[in-house]
C-alpha cells in the first residue's frame, strides 16, 4: 500500500512538473472571427503580421509584440502595399484566408493567465504550440506536417 501511494504520489509530482505553464490556443467562435475578418487591410494599423508562405498568418497585436517571439521562418510584413499585396492574392471574396491550401479559421493565442497574445491561421496539419520563453515571454512553435503518398 505504501508502494502505491509512493507511486502516486511520484505521479502527479512529474505530471505537474511536465505540464508546465504552455500558452493556450483556441479557436475563436464564429461571431469574433467574422470581426477580425471583416477588413483585412485595416488589420496592418493594430497589428504585427507574419506569415510562412503557404502555410500560415499570424497576427501580432502592436502592443504584445515583445511578449511572443517566433522562428526565422515567419516571414514580417515590412509595409502595408506588401500587406495589400498579400490580401489581394489570398484572401476570396467571402473573406475566407490563404486560400491554398485547407485553413483551421483564425484561432486566438493566450498566454498562461489567458491574455491574449495574437491571432494564428494555419494548414489543419500542422501543429502549433505556446510555451515559456522566460518570466515575459512566450515562443510559438510550428511544425509543418509532411503528407506525401507512396
Not at 41 to 48: G, H, M, Q
Request: glycine share 6%.
Amino acid at each position: 500500500m505504501k508502494k502505491l501511494a509512493c507511486l502516486i504520489l511520484f505521479s502527479l509530482i512529474l505530471l505537474s512538473g511536465c505540464a508546465g505553464n504552455y500558452g493556450k490556443i483556441r479557436n475563436l467562435p464564429p461571431s469574433e472571427a467574422q470581426s477580425l475578418t471583416n477588413n483585412f487591410e485595416a488589420l496592418w494599423d493594430n497589428y504585427d503580421i507574419r506569415f510562412i508562405p503557404d502555410r500560415a498568418l499570424l497576427l501580432i497585436p502592436k502592443d504584445s509584440f515583445d511578449r511572443l517571439r517566433v522562428s526565422d521562418a515567419w516571414v514580417m510584413v515590412a509595409n502595408r502595399l506588401t500587406w495589400q499585396d498579400l490580401i489581394r492574392r489570398n484572401i476570396t471574396g467571402d473573406g475566407n484566408p490563404l486560400t491554398w491550401f485547407p485553413m483551421t479559421g483564425f484561432r486566438k493565442i493566450e498566454d498562461p493567465s489567458g491574455n491574449l497574445l495574437g491571432f494564428i491561421t494555419h494548414a489543419r496539419q500542422d501543429l502549433v504550440s505556446v510555451r515559456p520563453e522566460t518570466d515575459q515571454t512566450m515562443r510559438l512553435f510550428y511544425s509543418i506536417t509532411q503528407i506525401s503518398g507512396p
